[in-house]
T-cell receptor, first 114, second 114 residues
Framework: QKEVEQNSGPLSVPEGAIASLNCTYS??????FFWYRQYSGKSPELIMS????GDKEDGRFTAQLNKASQYVSLLIRDSQPSDSATYLC??????????????FGKGTKLSVKP | GAGVSQSPSNKVTEKGKDVELRCDPI?????LYWYRQSLGQGLEFLIY????????KSGLPSDRFSAERTGGSVSTLTIQRTQQEDSAVYLC????????????FGDGTRLSIL
């Protein structure tokens, strides 16, 4: 069973702090990784993608990938109440799966307190 | 509106009935994806239309599920002889180019089977 695991949370951080969201995946064949943000009652929106080991920064967001340890993380710097949402981690399906066929975790709920 | 449009937004039907869900992708987008999200579960891949290539149907859970995409634009997901376990939010997404991940999700169709 190919899985993506996330802590369901809720993860609560004060405004201005760094929020750290983690994700592990079970199959070393996964090559591409994505973070989606989903506000309550809304659809997911893609916020970050990462394909190589190391860090990738985009504004206040940094995605980190460690293929040896099979984990992906998302750091949100200077967290704002508007960042409160569920964050979904997704991995490409390995070994011949199409690029549109992603394995999603159940998400981590983040709450940023003013 | 320039976003992905799905209809109906809500559908309640009796067990055993057939349902059709519609997705209008963003104009010019080559790739179209169907996922579903059950309560407390991660997004589950259903089908991916990747431009002129054969669709990836590997996520369809049973032969009661089918989907088509006419003229490279509108897509319809059909569920025959619905069961209670089919209850979920069905999400459609599109992307400009094939060979990538879902980028722009619609608001979804909430399907409830009585």
């Amino acid at each position: 069973q190919k899985e993506v695991e996330q802590n369901s949370g809720p993860l609560s951080v004060p405004e201005g702090a760094i929020a750290s969201l983690n994700c592990t995946y079970s199959d070393r064949g996964s090559q591409s990784f994505f973070w989606y943000r989903q506000y309550s009652g809304k659809s997911p929106e893609l916020i970050m993608s990462i394909y190589s080991n190391g860090d990738k920064e985009d504004g206040r967001f940094t995605a980190q990938l460690n293929k040896a340890s099979q984990y992906v993380s998302l750091l949100i710097r200077d967290s704002q109440p508007s960042d409160s949402a569920t964050y979904l981690c997704a991995a490409s399906r390995p070994y011949g799966g199409s690029q549109g066929n992603l394995i999603f975790g159940k998400g981590t709920k983040l709450s940023v307190k003013p | 509106g320039a976003g992905v449009s799905q209809s109906p937004s809500n559908k309640v039907t009796e067990k055993g009935k057939d349902v059709e869900l519609r997705c209008d992708p963003i104009s010019g987008h080559t790739a179209l994806y169907w996922y579903r999200q059950s309560l407390g579960q991660g997004l589950e891949f259903l089908i991916y239309f990747q431009g002129n290539s054969a669709p990836d149907k590997s996520g369809l859970p049973s032969d009661r599920f089918s989907a088509e995409r006419t003229g490279g634009s509108v897509s319809t997901l059909t569920i025959q002889r619905t069961q209670q376990e089919d209850s979920a939010v069905y999400l459609c997404a599109s992307s400009l180019e094939a060979g990538g991940q879902p980028q722009h999700f619609g608001d979804g169709t909430r399907l409830s089977i009585l």
